[in-house]
Structures are given as structure tokens and as C-alpha cells.
């Protein structure tokens, strides 16, 4: 009888040493490349992450310098990688195989390519080959968002290569945040504009827009229809196994992100947005939690559900 209690000891102690992860894989380093979708996304593995007993950081870097900072261990998850559009980024490192992509994406039925608003598409501007054509009323402009970034690549190529008449246009580069004041301004003064739009995105429900026809050469087709993948370093699931199971298990829809992103966009914590989805949600948390645990190897469901709760 006591040899049976000290080998249940003995296995208790074992499972539980199975269970907890390194002292190293406490802290788990984010990128957000500065979009609101990839801040909504973060903040909700990042408050899982508190529940569980982790210590989630992110770092605000471009794309490239993103994917750099994967292969150098630097960064430990990035949840933002939109194929086909950032595939150009990112083959150099896959073909050398310095980072994973997880097989499973985090978001599909995503698009991403160049949109107007409402007006501006009902007076003409409802594909890539009508933009030269309305020059003048356009400045010669086309908004994009923060210098690096994939998509003001793929607008840059098309100007330089004069592709779809674009050559005497300009790419504004700013941020998410600046080419949206500029895309109010011009709904409020019923101005033309044409910028760099995605759904998932506040501004799909926020604004009337309407995505351009006839870029699938550049952005993809059905306008840029894009699966959001997630890259960690390549060792991460050897080194810590608990959040590489999580990270792997996470699964967003449009619908979550736009509705974390809208408080965001008001300026809200984008950890305290998540919190908030996710109390008001939590049945989320059934399958993104399925095996796995706490920091210290408990149960890791209950833990986050008492944490988002309040409790």
C-alpha cells in the first residue's frame, strides 16, 4: 500500500514536471506590425496568456524587420502574416527555413487590396484601370499605411512599373491611423480617395467603401482574398510546448476582430478590448484552451475563464 501511494507521488510529481514549462517560456514576445486587426489578435492570446500565469510583451516593428526578428529568436509569435500579399516577405526565410508557419491559419475569408468609398465607386472609380483615369480628381494620390509594409510595396511596384496607367501617382505612406484620417476627410468633404483597405476592420462597418476589381495581378484574386497565418521561431514548440499548443490552437473570425478592434480604434487598451470580448464571450476559450495548461501545469480553462470573469 505504501510503495502504491509513493508511486502515485512519484507519478503526480512527474506529470506535473511534464506539464510546467521553463522559466524562459514565461515571457512571450508578440510583434504587432501597427494594424489594429494584429493589436486585436495579440490582445486576445495576450489575456489568455495572463490567465494562465505568462508574462506577454509586444513589440512594434515592420513586417521585415518582423520576420528577422523570428528567425533571431527575438520575437516568439507573430500572428499577422497575411498570404499571398506578405508572401514575398517572408519566402527569402522560409526557403532558407529560419522561422515556422504554422499550418493552420488564425483567420481565412480575409481581402486586402485597394478600395474607395461608396461615392466615389458609384461615380466611376470601380476597378484598378479607372484610378489613372480620374488623376486629377485623385490629387495623383493613393494612401497606403506605414512605410514597409506589403501592401505599399505592391502599390509602389505598380506606380514604378507604371502598371494600370499609375506611373504619375504618389504613395502616401503614414500609418493605419493617419491614412484613415485622410480617408474621413474625404468622406466628410464627399472627395474622391483611393487607399489600401482589409476586412477584418472597424472601417468595413464604420464607412461605406467598396472594394476595386481587376488588381487580382497584384493583391490576388477576389479582391485580395487572404489567410492570416501565425510564425514562431522554429524551435518554439520543442522549447515551450504549453503556449506553442495554445498559439496553434487560437482561431479568430472577421466578426471577433472587427468587434475587438472597434474599441481599440476609440482608443481603448487593446488588452483591455480582448478582456472585455472575451468576458462578454467565453465560450471562445473552450476550443483555444483545449490541452492546454497553467504556467504551473494546472487545468488552464478554468483559470482563464476565473481570470477574464474577474474573479
Keep these: 500500500m505504501k510503495r502504491l501511494w509513493a508511486a502515485s507521488l512519484c507519478a503526480l510529481s512527474v506529470s506535473s514536471v511534464l506539464a510546467a514549462?521553463?522559466?524562459?517560456?514565461?515571457?512571450?514576445?508578440?510583434?504587432?506590425?501597427?494594424?489594429?486587426d494584429i493589436a486585436a489578435t495579440t490582445g486576445l492570446a495576450s489575456t489568455v496568456l495572463e490567465g494562465l500565469g505568462y508574462k506577454p510583451t509586444k513589440t512594434i516593428a515592420s513586417v521585415p524587420i518582423t520576420f528577422a526578428g523570428v528567425k533571431s529568436k527575438q520575437i516568439d509569435v507573430f500572428l499577422g502574416y497575411w498570404s499571398p500579399t506578405m508572401d514575398p516577405m517572408i519566402d527569402p526565410?522560409?526557403?532558407?527555413?529560419?522561422?515556422?508557419?504554422?499550418?493552420?491559419?488564425?483567420?481565412?475569408?480575409?481581402?486586402?487590396?485597394?478600395?474607395?468609398?461608396?461615392?466615389?465607386?458609384?461615380?466611376g472609380i470601380k476597378t484598378f484601370a479607372d484610378i489613372a483615369k480620374n488623376y486629377d480628381k485623385l490629387d495623383g494620390k493613393i494612401y497606403g499605411i506605414e512605410p514597409g509594409n506589403d501592401g505599399n510595396a505592391l502599390i509602389k511596384k505598380m506606380i514604378d512599373s507604371n502598371q494600370y496607367g499609375l506611373g504619375k501617382f504618389k504613395l502616401v505612406e503614414s500609418s493605419e491611423a493617419g491614412m484613415l484620417v485622410e480617408v474621413n476627410r474625404a468622406v466628410r468633404d464627399k472627395k474622391p480617395i483611393v487607399f489600401l483597405g482589409w476586412e477584418p476592420h472597424p472601417m468595413n462597418v464604420q464607412m461605406k467603401i467598396d472594394y476595386l476589381s481587376g488588381g487580382d495581378d497584384v493583391f490576388g484574386p477576389n479582391y485580395g482574398e487572404a489567410k492570416?497565418?501565425?510564425?514562431?521561431?522554429?524551435?518554439?514548440?520543442?522549447?515551450?510546448?504549453?503556449?506553442?499548443?495554445?498559439?496553434?490552437?487560437?482561431?479568430?473570425?472577421?466578426?471577433?476582430?472587427?468587434?475587438?478592434?472597434?474599441?481599440?480604434?476609440?482608443?481603448?487598451?487593446?488588452?483591455?478590448?480582448?478582456?472585455?470580448?472575451?468576458?462578454?464571450?467565453?465560450?471562445v476559450l473552450d476550443k483555444w484552451l483545449a490541452g492546454v495548461k497553467t504556467f504551473d501545469g494546472k487545468d488552464g480553462l478554468p483559470a482563464v475563464k476565473a481570470y477574464v470573469a474577474g474573479k
Design 93 to 123: 526565410f522560409r526557403k532558407a527555413g529560419q522561422l515556422t508557419v504554422l499550418p493552420t491559419p488564425n483567420l481565412t475569408g480575409a481581402k486586402y487590396t485597394l478600395a474607395v468609398p461608396d461615392y466615389a465607386y458609384q461615380a
Design 21 to 36: 514549462e521553463p522559466a524562459t517560456c514565461r515571457d512571450v514576445r508578440f510583434a504587432d506590425v501597427g494594424w489594429t
Design 228 to 283: 492570416v497565418l501565425t510564425v514562431t521561431p522554429n524551435d518554439y514548440s520543442a522549447r515551450c510546448p504549453n503556449v506553442a499548443k495554445l498559439v496553434s490552437n487560437l482561431q479568430f473570425t472577421t466578426d471577433i476582430e472587427n468587434h475587438v478592434m472597434l474599441p481599440i480604434m476609440n482608443k481603448t487598451d487593446p488588452n483591455k478590448a480582448a478582456k472585455d470580448w472575451l468576458k462578454a464571450n467565453p465560450a
